[in-house]
């Protein structure tokens, strides 16, 4: 006998040990087994399941879920309707038996018992019983009905399905269990959404099924108090009625119902605090099924915690009246530091019973592990990880090169396998679970990587994927599909220009599409269609932002030589030839024919599961909401800042002063004879930014800087270099170091505030010697400077601190260390 072991890992279950079990039993409750003979994988004969009955007691109703979707899913795969039964058909014909423990349909044998079920709730054996004696069976066995539904999830993924044929390997034996209770995702139907507010229930159905066949057993809703809301022109059902159709559907399959149920109102009132409740207990009584209700402390809601927890308290009390095990959930999302003084000492010394844990969402000041120490143990927290965004957001792209900060924006199809795994296997152990923030199906990777390493943390992400190709896209595709979504993953790491494997990455993927396209030439819209194009979608997109950006450089570096000209030619002339080399992208475009490609995908997808790329075309709520198509043209060069600058300049009427405008534009970077010049924001171009934990360690840049990126928006006259940067959160400080200076020479700083934040900052040199108080962020950019004292750089070395006097964190965008010049 042959023993793999696909996956190992400590065993801990709500922070609990595991109990002590027999010597099989701890086996198979610490690794996941697969048993089969001596021979190489690819000589040991397959079951021919085509013509199995799935046999399955019709009295549960989750159990007869768990065989319709087996049943359902194997048809969209292979065209094989599998009849279903009660009872064991006769020989020769094979089963597929689906039962949980202690109860076998009428007639079924009973199952080998080489691996036992880990004694954990949600946990399954797989058995695939071909002894001499008997026609080939397999065996799922659940612990329990959510452990026989996981089971027929894990089989779907083991099968080998094409057209017309359907297969399990020979031998197979394996037993698995859950690591985390929670794992969920929100699916809010609501018009900030991407793409869930196009979905009827039918799509929303097939969708949690696809999670619910990777281990997830959670889904969060989003309802809303108001009864005809419907805001976005894509629904087809108000807010409410989806919510209740939802509801039921998601219960039907056995799975957790999590309502998000933000606190608007303002409760000083004790008539709206009233109402807030009677409006909550008439959405209550309207659902057929709720576990949980999750309220965030904020974004939004700003409700300080001497109002909000004797309100929750009496939420839970009106949950109860309809829902009497629902259980509450609260975030501190936002709160300040105060109030988060107040939380934690009101936990520690009121233990309140109503209260069942707490919820790590973003922009959450306290780190995780700190919470977790100042929280009392009795209450278990959840996280709320945001993996939907990729900037201005809890888990920011690290090293992000800002043309695509600038195109692909904050919520685009961002598959990021590594850094999710990398994530979740970080944090989630001081959890019970997860529930990911979700505003569309551009972060399906992430979804369905969260899952899988929620059920087993040691599960190779490659294999993750290797089945999400495999089960999604064909049997044949898996390992394609892996290293695909991989390379797109490396798209996006450091600087654009220099990263060849951008075009690999798309020869990667247009590979793929013919194999594609020649292996579903019978099969007219497989299971997988949408998940291929979204990731040809971003080779093509990934490969043309390249492409522009490169040429834009080129461009802008030409056009920059010819302002340097000004003195012989005059500054009217050499602007005009900088005019006419920065429009000739305009004139000849790079890869039009890549472009059209994206615009084609971007309408495929809006047609298959009503992705929204672009506000005009496909309703998009607005710029930030994944509308990537309606920036493909954004530009990626300072052209925009350049012309204001011309105008400007052209306005004078002395040349000599045209000279010294144009002058300092040319030489904007150029920090003279000695200095120093840092581009913050741009990971290129920052050397001397201080980073005090790296990445792999603080991947929420809680602690340490991070790229920042102000959104996409219509464009604006600012140069690229004030539209991001560095930023530190929740007053950490923001350091730089200058080394090798001259110890005898005097500096100056030059500095650009700019960000979102617009904070109030204090800058120190050395730890105590001020170069500026208290000063808040100018309503537009521009450099201010400021003496740096001697004293400060007679070692040779410079340090500089931000620190946070008002604001949400501290941000930087351009700094120059100047050398005095001697006259």
Known sequence: MKVTLLSAGPVDVNNNRMP?????????????????????????????LSLATIVVSGTIPVHVKAAEMLQEEVFKRTGIRLERSGEMPGPPQSAIVLRTMGGLPEGAPQPPGDVDIPAVPESYRIRADTSASQTPVVHLTGSDDRGLLFAVGRLLRLLGMSRGRLSLPKDTLLSSFPRYPIRGHELGYRHLSNTYDAWDLERYERYIRDLVVFGANTVVLIPSLEAQLKDSPHMGDTVCEMTQKLVQMVASYGL?????????????????????????????????????????????????????????????RVLRESHPEARLWLSNEDFKTS????????????????????????????????????????????????????????????????????????????????????????????????????????????????????????????TVLHEYGRYFVGEEYGDAVAEGLLALERNWRGPLDANDDVEATLDRWHSLEKEIETGWRDRSHPPGTWRFQMGLFRACYDAYVRRRLILEEGLERKALEELRRAREVGVANAIRSARETLIEVDRQPPAPELRQRIEELGEGLFESIGLQLSVDRYGAKNWERGAVLDFLDEPLNDRVWLEMQFAEILAATEEGHRLDLLERIVNWEDPGPGGFYDDLGNSAKEPHLVREVEWESDPGFVESPQDEFIEIRPTRPWRLSWLDQAQTLYGTPLRMRYEGLDP???????????????????????????????LPQPESPRPLEFEVLVEATRDGTLDLEWRLVDGRGIQVAEVWLVRHQEK
């Open 20 to 48: 002590r079990l027999g010597l099989v039993a701890t086996l198979a409750a610490m690794v996941t087994i697969v048993v089969g003979a001596q021979a190489p994988a690819e000589e040991i004969p397959d079951i021919d």
């Open 256 to 316: 957790d119902v999590w309502l998000y149920l933000p606190l608007l109102e303002d409760i000083r009132e004790s008539d709206v605090a009233e109402k807030s409740l009677g409006d909550r207990r008439a959405l209550f009584e309207k659902c057929s099924a709720i576990h949980a209700v999750f309220v965030p402390g904020g974004d939004p809601g700003n409700t300080p915690p001497e109002l909000l927890l004797p309100w929750l308290k009496e939420l839970g």
């Open 339 to 462: 109030w988060n003084d107040y939380l934690f000492a009101y936990l520690q010394r009121e233990q309140p019973e109503w209260l069942t844990g707490v919820v790590f969402g973003t922009w959450t000041q306290v780190a995780l592990r700190e919470q977790r120490a100042r929280i009392p143990a009795r209450y278990p927290i959840v996280q709320y990880p945001d993996i939907t965004h990729c900037i201005e957001c809890q888990y920011p792209v690290p090293n992000w090169d800002r043309a695509f900060a600038r195109t692909l924006g904050r919520e685009p199809v961002n598959p990021r396998p590594g850094d999710t795994a990398h994530t979740c296997r970080l944090l989630t152990p001081l959890s019970k679970g997860f529930f990911t923030y979700s505003d569309g199906a551009n972060d399906d990777v992430n979804k369905i990587v969260w899952t899988a390493l929620g059920w087993d943390p040691e599960t190779e992400v490659e």
């Open 744 to 774: 005898g020479a005097r500096y100056r700083l030059r500095v650009t505030y700019t960000g979102r934040f617009a904070p109030t900052l204090r800058l120190v040199a050395d730890g105590n010697q001020e170069i500026h108080g208290p």
